[in-house]
């Protein structure tokens, strides 16, 4: 019974002070203490997204429910939107939107690129009465980061008036992100992914803009367990509509603490160069990187023809290390190893030698050693 | 803040199966419930010494004061003691003797060697009333697993009469021991270290010869707190004469099972690969091994000349992993990681890869990847 590695992009490994704070009693959702520890919770949230001082509001749910609360808090019922994906989470937002009743256009790159700024400004253009833009940030079905910063400025070129909706699930704490700075309208996240938590909390930040131009209720799609409209005076005070998930609120500080402890800029830093390592370890047994522009969060790799993706994941829990393997048509042609979570080099180096444990396991040759040695070498690199 | 891994010979990493039982809520130790955790728990430390059915009776404390307990239990007041050492621990048992006023003949080696099997038998024969030999299985100051059959086997043909006592603190879980079959008369270990539980806990085997054989009461140097003749009837049923540390008690039978979940030789195996795989990937590094029978608990390695074993020792602990450096003469001359608790082969390599990092982060120049490369070799060799 090996010891187990949880190093897929989502549930992540939790830290132990975590776990510690998630295992206290029970405490009452309408007390003093719980509503404080909901006020520290998102002004922490709103550190770790750039955004200081503003909203960050919290929903219960997952990264899914929050992204459906800001779509249905910032575009008005019926409206048109764009959705650009390269990847299976870009589709589901496009999904979702057609589901509401909203028109909607999209704008694709092949799974594995990263979309082009240029082309999703001239879908944009095409549709002028388009309200909202929909992406995700970085895209966990390819291991791509899409290149926000620049999508949203081409956006906005195209037109000023569109809302920019992001999915950030896997990219908060992982990778660079400054919605702020950037332009960006709404960002979305979820508690089980790059703030070490389990999964159970959604959180959205909208721009002040974005709240500015919120239609007016008559005017927006009906929700309720998800109205964000009504959740913001109440959590402004550290209250809520509905039953919060309790122990995750309480754990929130803590985790982030644990974020923010050696600065997001280093974190943002480490994440890119474990990624970098586990790409550059597995390219060395025999892998192929997939992603043209790689996030930090996943370490999308190609296995070779004649290996069986699932039947390599399995080898590898065999040992102990949960990766993911591919999805849709890559589903047995793709690992995704992460260390979005609680998660160092270290576990960056565990990967690659679990993959070289599970090609042997599967009968294949492989160099042994060399996929580590590769790994080690980015991880050592000067830079560090 | 990097993710903290703790890599010495104990005390070790605590499986989060264990800590979740260790942090239950309190309950009285004269309660049927309690009664019965300690029947569990001795039953399953005595399949792990492999003397299944006998008694292993708990103490209050350390593998010291177990020490303590097994030699006034078993050995006349005054009596002639052998105290055969290579290294820090086995030195210790002579310093305990002599301080309860026995007479100590010493038989050694020099640190890092193994004990010469015939030169203690030597000894023996010199010193024909000799009551007792001591003498450590894995010298955890040397990282030398001693040979302690052949060790046994010599005493025994050299003085029949003779109670072996064996400090079996980092073998228990990790080297071979057969206890009974190797005419062994005492084994003595403590929770922090094989069983991979916190410190706090000893536990004590007396072979059926050496119970029929202890000295009388008043033959014996008094004690109260670590007197098992007075526990052992009183463990029996569950009860104790003093309160045992009730958390680690309720928290034996899990971590027990954890260790014989693979069986007990499987984990004897995946221990020594381990600790061979550290041993080589120093190695490659420019470091020494020490030991000339190395022992699975402890991988002792010379760090090289120029270099400062806390320096680095340091280095990787600011990396968050911890090991062990030297002892004594070989304080600043030697690291000395380990596997011993829950970890396994990716610890063995983060192990070498926090030590090529060290070596770096001290400025001194490392072939990168190689350690990690020749410790993965050693891994996924065949025998695997």
């Not at 960002?187 to 959205?204: D, E, H, R």
């Not at 270290?346 to 492989?366: P, Y």
């Amino acid at each position: 019974m090996p010891v187990q590695r949880l190093l897929a992009p989502g549930p992540v490994p939790v830290p132990p002070a975590v776990l510690e704070v998630l295992a206290r009693p029970a405490v009452h959702h309408r007390t003093a203490a719980f509503k404080s520890a909901v006020l520290r919770g998102r002004a922490r949230l709103a550190e770790v997204l750039t955004v200081a001082g503003d909203d960050v509001l919290l929903v219960s749910g997952s990264g899914t429910s929050a992204f459906e609360a800001a779509l249905l808090a910032a575009v008005p019922a019926g409206a048109t939107i764009v959705a650009a994906h390269a990847g299976k989470f870009g589709e589901r937002w496009g999904e979702m939107a057609r589901a509401f009743g909203f028109e909607v256009v999209d704008v694709t790159a092949p799974w594995g690129e990263a979309l082009d700024p240029e082309a999703v400004a001239a879908v944009i253009r095409a549709h002028r009465g388009a309200a909202a833009l929909t992406l995700v940030h970085s895209e966990t079905s390819t291991g791509v980061l899409h290149d926000l910063q620049a999508i949203a400025a081409a956006a906005r070129g195209a037109s000023p008036e569109l809302v920019v909706l992001v999915d950030a699930v896997t990219s908060v704490a992982a990778a660079e992100l400054r919605p702020r700075e950037w332009g960006v309208d709404a960002v979305v996240a979820g508690s089980q992914k790059g703030i070490m938590l389990p999964p159970g909390l959604g959180y959205v930040w909208l721009s002040e803009r974005a709240w500015a131009r919120c239609p007016a209720r008559g005017d927006r799609v009906p929700t309720f367990s998800l109205d964000l409209h009504a959740e913001r005076p109440l959590q402004r005070r550290g209250d809520s509509g509905a039953t919060l998930p309790v122990p995750l609120v309480l754990a929130l500080e803590t985790a982030l603490d644990l974020v923010l402890a050696d600065g997001l800029e280093a974190r943002w830093r480490s994440k890119a160069r474990c990624n970098e390592a586990i790409l550059a370890g597995g390219e060395a047994i025999g892998c192929r990187r997939f992603a043209a522009r790689p996030s930090p969060a996943v370490a999308a790799l190609l296995v070779p023809e004649d290996v069986s993706a699932g039947a390599l994941t399995n080898a590898m829990a065999a040992r102990g290390v949960r990766v993911a393997a591919g999805q849709d048509a890559y589903a047995d042609r793709m690992v995704r190893p992460s260390v979005l979570g609680d998660a160092d080099e270290f576990d960056a180096l565990t990967v690659v030698a679990a993959m070289e444990a599970g090609f042997l396991d599967l009968g294949r040759s492989v160099p042994v050693g060399e996929g580590v040695a590769a790994a080690q070498r980015v991880l050592l690199s000067p830079a560090a």
